[in-house]
């Protein structure tokens, strides 16, 4: 199963953009690559994924590198409802089998 | 529309007993993907089940079992517990392939 690789941790200031790095060297060409963010107490949240093309919704960009061994999570200005450990993680064709969340990335956001 | 719904939200078991948990996907979701996650961990995929068929197994064994029901909720059993099996599990629910999970609060787990 592919796996990727994050920061254990990172800090932002408040309304300040975010850049979150995920390293995913073995992705296969049929790897969706999808962002989850879990804030404390409470189960994982979606934020975004993509396949090649960069991709924006409401909450952030994703940015992939074009031959797809890495990606960037981007938080245009974080705020403090936005700490949070957040996942990069790889699905087979976008189905989630066999998925592996790894230890992700906690972001601290300083006021 | 209502949420992904687990229950309970916590159970004490001791060693070698059995328990189940529950999971209501959302509406209109036909998949449903249960994880444990460890204290300090990430969520770890135990298996899936799409249309009431297993579609995808982690690395867990025999003993953890599931079900989903035509309504797509579902069922997460584990036999003989040991004390790792201590943690949150989370049900997670999708109605197809490429779109986004929804989780639900999760059941934490003690094994005593």
């Known amino acids: 199963d592919a796996k990727t690789t994050q920061p254990n941790s990172m800090e932002s200031n408040e309304e300040e953009p975010v850049h979150l790095p995920c390293n995913h060297s073995?992705?296969?060409?049929?790897?969706?690559i999808h962002w989850y963010r879990q804030l404390p107490s409470q189960g994982p949240e979606y934020v975004i994924h993509g396949l090649t093309s960069n991709v924006n919704n409401r909450m952030a960009s994703l940015a992939i590198a074009e031959d797809r061994k890495s990606s960037t999570l981007i938080l245009h200005r974080a705020t403090l409802r936005d700490a949070a450990v957040y996942y990069c993680?790889?699905?087979?064709?976008?189905?989630?089998?066999?998925?592996?969340f790894g230890t992700g990335t906690k972001l601290q956001v300083i006021p | 529309e209502t949420g992904v719904t687990q229950s309970p939200t916590h159970l004490i078991k001791t060693r070698g007993q059995q328990v189940t948990l529950r999971c209501s996907s959302q509406s209109g979701h036909n998949t449903v993907s249960w994880y444990q996650q460890a204290l300090g961990q990430g969520p770890q995929f135990i298996f899936q089940?799409?249309?009431?068929?297993?579609?995808g197994r982690g690395n867990f064994p025999p003993r953890f079992s599931g079900l989903q029901f035509p309504n797509y909720s579902s069922e997460l059993n584990v036999n003989a517990l040991e004390l790792d099996d201590s943690a949150l599990y989370l049900c997670?629910?999708?109605?197809?392939?490429?779109?986004?999970?929804?989780f639900g609060p999760g059941t934490r787990l003690t094994v005593l």
């Open positions: 073995t992705i296969s060409g049929t790897d969706y």
């Open positions: 997670a629910s999708s109605s197809g392939q490429g779109n986004e999970q929804f």
């Open positions: 993680i790889l699905s087979l064709s976008g189905g989630y089998q066999k998925v592996t």
């Open positions: 089940y799409y249309r009431e068929e297993e579609n």
